[in-house]
């Protein structure tokens, strides 16, 4: 292979790495917004289920974990005050 079909090659290669590189950013955006939209369904069924006190058995444990982490998150904003308070 002389310099001129190496040089070639290089190119090519590069070029197919440089469209590679594209085409895994479209999916990577793809999955971003199966990803949104699934985390989307997840609030509008937890809202529902907030309002109307009726969820299917199967999301129970999800439900709970919520509830507990946004309790959670309150005792914290609570302790935030508190030292805010005290200083």
């Known amino acids: 292979m002389d310099f001129k079909q190496f040089m070639k090659n290089v190119k090519?290669?590069?070029?197919?790495?440089?469209?590679?590189?594209?085409?895994?950013?479209?999916?990577?955006?793809?999955?971003s917004t199966v990803k949104d939209t699934f985390e989307e369904i997840g609030k509008l069924m937890y809202e529902t289920y907030r309002k109307s006190g009726v969820m299917?058995?199967?999301?129970?444990?999800?439900?709970?974990?919520?509830?507990?982490?946004?309790?959670?998150?309150?005792?914290?904003?609570?302790?935030?005050?508190n030292v805010k308070m005290t200083n």
Not at 20 to 29: Q, R
Not at 56 to 68: A, C, H, R, V
């Open 56 to 81: 299917p058995e199967e999301y129970k444990e999800q439900i709970t974990k919520i509830d507990e982490a946004r309790a959670k998150i309150n005792d914290y904003n609570k302790e935030i005050e």
């Open 12 to 31: 090519n290669e590069a070029s197919d790495a440089v469209e590679v590189t594209k085409i895994k950013a479209k999916i990577s955006k793809e999955k």
